[in-house]
């Protein structure tokens, strides 16, 4: 096992654990697998040493600049956070850091249980703030982010300039708490009442929340602190004790680490909760976590009610779950086809590659057209089709040479990167859905890792071409260590499992992603590259990303429990997009149902097959997408695919139907020759 120790943002220490156990693991055709064995212990991913020589190779330009932040100098700007809201803009947003929501106010903050509910389209579970707390007479204040980690946020408070203390806020954690830094009076609208010496509770909207300190409260609102002294808020689960809340609240948690370690069958996060003093904390467990949480964890501890399903409360000082391995896959493995389908696979093969003109420019239809362009290339490897290889790696060549010049910004303004040396990070100069404020930069970036890994099998000349830009491409969502360029993982949340799209999160709901498989197909993309490109750290991060990407899509996107008393009153199988404070039957940019279950399934790439592990769940979503069973639809080719995944029968009458389907469903990432394949492989599966 390898040891990383990466400074907490600011001045906390963390560490993160990389598995090297990884040989069992299969990765593709494409690429052969990195040793993950060889990781250097100690070592950080991109450290800024390594990092500094690239970034000064590129331009530097701020496209557009974050909104006005609420952040301690020094910090790197945290977009795609769960609490980017909380920082950007000039009102404060909401944030959620389950089991609670919060929200910093002028005068100070309220933070409370949110209030679950469910209708045909939405399943709610928005800010409530309960408990409301004004620092100081709420005169001068300001506020801002001092430090955050992995999981925890740590808010410092100034009246007049002068520090008087600051309060952390965790994800899965029940408690809120404030530390003053100076004589501090705090005051609370709603009373609490002296349960036991130094505990004081109160019920409201139908909870208890407690209150423990060793500060002086009069009245039940008024809570005066000298310097060093604490205070934390809680509020009780179904089934938890106040006593037993009391005590953990008596230690509160100061900063979070993560560890991680990613094998043959599983992988595996642990999320540590450092206390004020090493005592234990609670730690409330999502449903995916649940499901997998290590042998001997104390979970008894209560639950809350939560917009995922019910979060059941452990006790201790650390949450550790596993979930399924997803290995990276660069190829379909067409080995079992006979000479027909190959055949028949040459000739649409030869079709697609004389129909494909140009690439797109933009980072996203651009890396798009690349990957669309490297699924081809391996599918004309697969089948002998000679010709098609030798234009098609020409094409990606001359094409991957363009984008991965250091200096191409210097001389045009598309096909290119930037460094952004205001918001730490690369952005293609020619923008798409908010790429410049940092949205979606793991959707884009994702299929240039594809499609250069794909390349790069046969040709190792291109990784030494193409690494430079590659790998601030790589350093953008992966970083780790601490990096004075980039954030460590800008977008993966290793409480949550799985990514936050919004750069900057400017809404009352939270952060969101949408397009939960194509979170999957950049870690895929990542972890490839990783390989071809020997970089042991890196793919052992990303293998694990993979894997806890694949199983949270699964759990709140696509397959989650439809019996799980959340779903009473929402009409539908998928969640589409999917909020800190609410989750959607919903989609940006359509309205048809096709789009809920496509979005959540394209590109289709080898990994995909994560997605069909419940061939009933499948049917059921399929059903609910194509309400009259035609796939002349939005996506239609790619939910032909997912079809595919219900078995050899299905992937047949989906090869049938997807012979007939019109040109224009054809997705601009996907071939007809992909399609092909793609269904030819679930129908015809491998030894094996």
Known sequence: MIVQRTPRTLAVATCLVIA???????????????????????????????????????????????????????????????????????????????????????????????????????????????????????????????????????????????????????????????????DVALTMPTAFNEAEKGV???????????????????????????????????????????????????????????????????????????????????????????????????????????????????????????????????????????????????????????????????????????????????????????????????????????????????????????????????VGLATSFGSEEFNDHHFHYGYFFYAAAVVAADDPEAVQRWAPVLNLLAADLATSGGSEYFPDRRVFDAYAGHSWASGTSPFGDGNNQESSSEAVTAWNGLALWAAASDQADLAAEAEWMLSSEAASSRAYWTDFDLDDPVYAGFDHTVTSLVWGGKRDYATWFSAEPSAMLGILVLPMSPVAGYLGGDPDRVSANLADALPEGDYDVMFGDYLLMYAGLRGPEAASDALTTAASLPEERIDDGNSRAYLMAWLMRWRTPPAG
């Open 20 to 182: 090297a156990a990884l040989s069992g693991c299969t990765t593709t055709d494409a690429v052969e697998p990195v040793d993950t064995a060889a990781s250097t212990p100690g070592a950080a991913v991109f450290p800024g040493n390594e990092v500094a020589p690239l970034v000064d190779a590129v331009p530097q330009q701020s496209l557009k600049a974050l909104p006005t932040a609420r952040l301690a100098d020094g910090l790197i700007p945290p977009t795609n956070r769960w609490f980017s809201g909380l920082v950007f803009g000039e009102e404060s947003m909401p944030v959620f850091p389950l089991p609670l929501s919060f929200q910093l106010s002028d005068s100070g903050f309220a933070f409370g249980l949110p209030e679950v509910s469910a209708d045909s389209n939405v399943i709610r579970g928005g800010f409530a703030g309960q408990i409301g707390v004004q620092v100081g007479d709420g005169a001068g204040l300001e506020q801002a982010v001092t430090a955050y980690d992995e999981a925890s946020v740590t808010i410092g408070q100034s009246i007049d300039g002068a520090m008087v203390g600051s309060t952390v806020i965790a994800e899965g954690s029940p408690f809120v708490s404030f530390t003053a830094a100076a």
């Open 200 to 426: 004081w509770s109160v019920d409201v909207a139908g909870s208890t929340y407690g209150l423990v300190s060793a500060g002086t409260l009069s009245s039940g609102t008024d809570l005066s602190l000298t310097a060093g002294q604490s205070v934390t808020w809680f509020a009780l689960p179904d089934g938890g004790t106040l006593t037993a809340f009391a005590e953990a609240a008596r230690h509160p948690v100061i900063g979070t680490s993560v560890e991680y370690v990613d094998g043959t069958d599983t992988a595996t996060t642990t999320i540590r909760y450092d206390t004020s003093d090493g005592g234990d904390t609670l730690i409330a467990a999502l449903p995916h976590q649940a499901q997998g949480l290590a042998d001997g964890a104390s979970c008894s501890a209560g639950e809350y009610p939560s917009i995922y399903g019910a979060l059941t409360v452990c006790a201790g000082r650390q949450l550790s779950w596993s979930v399924p391995a997803v290995a990276p896959s660069g190829a379909l493995d067409l080995s079992a086809l006979g000479d027909e389908d190959r055949a028949a696979l040459t000739d649409q093969v030869r079709a697609d590659v004389a129909a494909t003109t140009t690439f797109a420019a933009d980072t996203y239809f651009g890396g798009k057209s690349l990957y669309r362009a490297a699924n081809l290339l391996e599918v004309a490897r697969q089948v002998g089709a000679d010709d098609a290889v030798a234009t098609l790696t020409d094409r990606l060549n001359t094409a991957l040479d363009d984008w991965m010049d250091p200096d191409a910004c210097a001389q045009r303004t598309e096909r290119c990167f930037v460094y952004d040396p205001d918001a730490k990070g690369i």
